[in-house]
């Protein structure tokens, strides 16, 4: 044995000199250890497997076969293999030096390779039938890795080896003299692994991601590394993608991956490549060291931008990541702001999450804007005759303008006066600055004027409910002697009180004079005995016409519909006619503004009394109406027409109190309460000497009446408490009272 160990060594190392004899040109240098004998033979029995082995002389080990009757393995381990470290093994070869004790009667059943104790799978087994003399048989080979991997490791273990089964095709006995390994294996390059993250001295924010080139460099030769590199880190984060592969050329590969932190932690991240190696070279790693610090996170508006709408409007405000926000500011204000504009905002953070993100005082959270409310003003169309006044130059608007906003300013038109179109343009009509006024243009057209027309002049269009008002019927007509009108107006807005024929056209003699719902008519002529001349111009009083708006009239503007019925006529001295009004009257015929009514209420108490019955509550000006207190000393006026008015409250024994010049819009109004200063006992609504000698020239009498009252609290006697009520009010006149509407 001693002799062929010594053999196969020379074989071994004659084999290595001549591998490196024909790789003179390339850094990988091809080996091979053995042929190791085993030291360790037992024998396994597997499913199926009927006799063992067993050692019969020396190492010599014989089971026993019949037809097709299989021996457990024969396992041969412990080969004391030195492969050097930072090795690749790529290739096993096995050799089996068997004979069987009989010709023609055994074969291989299964040649399989042990790794770490276990049998693998992987079967080398060979038809060919044992030799009756010792043979050799050989299994594997150079490149041949039995179906798995391998590390160095894994070949100088003693657990590595061979096991081989018998099988018969007869009865007889196998014999086994040895099992020999040789591994085939290669020293690989070293190479150096460099790690390159961002720049040379990285530093990014939590949340963001950085890319890291891993460089792999070979030491000697001329290969380039290959294979992967796998990316790891201690301090928590994931890389796209966890393994990436080499390229390069020249000796030089590169491979990049991105990481992205999973927390700042202590904000000192290493990062380590790893380089797998391959057939040519060696595992080599670097690293390098990421510092990660605290996001910053951002503020933002959530709501902008909003339209004026006459109220606070609050910007909403926040943060990239979870958190508090406080402390808004509006352009440096903590003012909600209201009007349209664009507003700076800053406030402070506060983030849930600190580990990773920093807070934020006083930061840009973007500009908050307030659009302007668009208001669209739609010109009304208008026409006019040649020589007539223009008429009001109106408009319709949407949406509505809120409360307290108003427009200033008039539309305007183009200048002319002859027949034609004339733009209506927005002139001076403005809004506020937080509207944005959309205006839509119109015309006015001049058109002729007709020889003969009428129209309806109302002198006042601003009328309340129930109030009345009147209507001049005016013609237009040269030599113009009599005339015959028909008139129709809205009867459900409407109702006539009154007619008055003539003017500047004289009714010597009526024809005709009605008044029905919705309809006047009249006809009259002048008289040659009285009114021998006719009448010709522009602006003809014709007839004077009293109307009362009903009380469910509309509030606003309104058109109460007059028209002129086609029987409408004019006729000259002759008898002659002058023309048929064809039914539409001439512009601003008929449109009136009917305004709401305005109300006054309150309270007046006497002084010294606990019952207020009775105080009398005059009011005058543009009309006059008289109330009483209550018991409570409340009085109310209802249904009055808006105007200027002044309002007088008194009761005998009392100073009286006077509100001058109130001017009364259409609403309801809440005066100031009043108490009237008690001790005025002669009326003169002076409170003097006089009226302390009365109450003492009656004390403890009664006495009241209209010129005198000593007895001011009216408790039946002219006491002590009429005197002291006198006495805390000496010297005054009329009561104070005043009152802002």
């Known amino acids: 044995m001693k002799n ?137 080979g150079i490149s041949e890795k039995w179906g798995t991997n391998w590390t160095v490791a894994d070949i100088n273990s003693p657990d590595f080896g061979v ?85 390069g050329s020249a000796g030089i590969s590169t491979c990049t991956v991105s990481y992205t932190p999973a927390a700042v932690g202590d904000g000192s991240h290493s990062i380590t490549a790893a380089y797998a190696g391959d057939a040519n070279f060696l595992i080599s790693s670097g690293s390098q060291t990421v510092t990660v610090n605290k996001a910053t996170p951002t503020l933002s508006l959530d709501n902008t931008p909003v339209t004026y709408n006459g109220l606070q409007q609050e ?26 504009g664009t507003y700076p905002v800053t406030a402070s953070f506060s983030p849930v999450d600190t580990a990773n993100y920093i807070s934020l005082s006083n930061v840009s959270a973007g500009s908050f804007v307030i659009n302007k409310l668009p208001v669209t003003v739609k010109a009304d169309a208008k026409e006019k005759y040649v020589g007539d006044a223009d008429p009001e130059l109106t408009y319709t608007f949407t949406p509505a303008l809120l409360s307290g906003d108003v427009f200033t300013g008039a539309l305007s038109r183009a200048a002319g006066e002859v027949i034609g179109t004339y733009g209506i343009v927005q002139g001076t009509l403005t809004l506020p600055a937080n509207y944005d006024l959309i205006f839509e243009p119109a015309n006015l057209t001049i058109t002729e004027l007709p020889s003969e027309g009428i129209k309806i002049q109302i002198d006042d269009p601003n009328v309340q409910q129930k109030q009345e008002f009147t209507a001049k019927v005016i013609g237009r007509s040269t030599g113009l002697y009599g005339v015959q009108v028909f008139l129709t107006y809205d009867s459900a807005l409407l109702e006539v009180t009154n007619l008055t024929l003539g003017g500047d056209l004289f009714a010597d003699f009526p024809g005709l004079n009605q008044l029905e719902p919705g309809k006047v008519s009249f006809a009259y002529s002048q008289t040659t005995d009285l009114h021998p001349d006719p009448v010709s111009g522009d602006n003809i009083l014709l007839a004077t016409i009293t109307f009362k708006a009903k009380e469910s009239v509309i509030i606003g503007p309104t058109d109460v519909g007059f028209a002129s019925s086609p029987s409408t006529k004019f006729g000259d001295l002759n008898g002659i006619s002058l023309g048929i009004y064809p039914g539409t009257l001439e512009a601003n015929s008929g449109s009136i503004e009917i305004l709401e009514e305005t109300a006054i209420s309150g309270a007046v108490t006497l002084q010294g009394r606990t019952n207020h019955i009775g105080t009398t509550m005059e009011l005058t000006g543009t009309v006059t109406a008289t109330s009483t207190t209550d018991a409570d000393g409340l009085y109310s006026f209802d249904a009055l027409i808006a105007g200027l008015y002044d309002l007088n409250a008194s009761y005998q024994g009392y100073l009286k109190a006077v509100l001058t010049d109130i001017n009364l819009d259409p609403q309801s109004y809440s005066i100031t309460d009043v108490i009237l200063l008690g001790g005025d006992a002669n009326h003169d609504n ?11 020239e009656y004390f403890l009498e009664q006495t009241t009446g209209p010129y005198l009252q000593t007895d001011i609290n009216e408790d039946g006697e002219t006491d002590i408490l009429d005197l002291v009520l006198t006495g805390s009010n000496y010297q005054k006149q009329n009561t104070p009272w005043s009152w802002t509407p």
Not at 187 to 207: D, K
Not at 316 to 330: E, K, M, P
């Open 163 to 247: 096991a081989i089964s018998a099988t018969g095709l007869g009865e007889c006995t196998a014999r086994i003299n040895y099992i020999r390994i040789t591994v085939h294996y290669t020293n690989p390059v070293v190479s150096t692994t460099s790690v390159v993250c961002g720049s040379l001295s990285p530093s990014i924010s939590f949340g963001e991601s950085v890319t890291c080139e891993a460089t792999v460099t070979r030491s000697s030769g001329t290969d380039t590394p290959g294979g992967n590199v796998n990316w790891s880190t201690g301090d928590g984060g994931s890389f796209t993608p966890e393994t990436c592969i080499l390229s």
């Open 686 to 696: 002076v409170i003097d000497i006089n009226d302390l000698s009365l109450i003492a």
């Open 315 to 340: 910007a909403v405000v926040t943060g990239s990541v979870a958190g508090d926000v406080s402390g808004i500011l509006y352009n440096g204000s903590a003012d909600v702001p209201v009007d349209a």
């Open 4 to 140: 062929n160990k010594l053999l196969h060594s020379m074989v071994a190392v004659l084999t290595i000199f001549m591998l490196l004899l024909a790789s003179q040109s390339s850094e990988v240098l091809a080996a091979s250890e053995g042929q190791n004998d085993a030291s360790t033979f037992i024998s396994v029995p597997f499913e199926g497997s009927v006799a063992g082995w067993s050692n019969s002389s020396g190492n010599e080990f014989d089971s026993t076969v019949n037809n097709n009757v299989h021996t457990q393995y024969l396992k041969a381990t412990n080969y004391s293999f030195n492969i050097p470290e930072g090795s690749i093994i790529t290739g096993i070869t096995v050799v089996i030096n068997r004979r069987a004790l009989d010709v023609d009667k055994v074969t291989d059943y299964q040649v399989r390779i042990v790794k770490n104790g276990n049998i693998l799978t992987d079967d080398h087994a060979s038809p060919a039938i044992w030799p009756f003399v010792y043979g050799e048989s050989t299994y594997g």
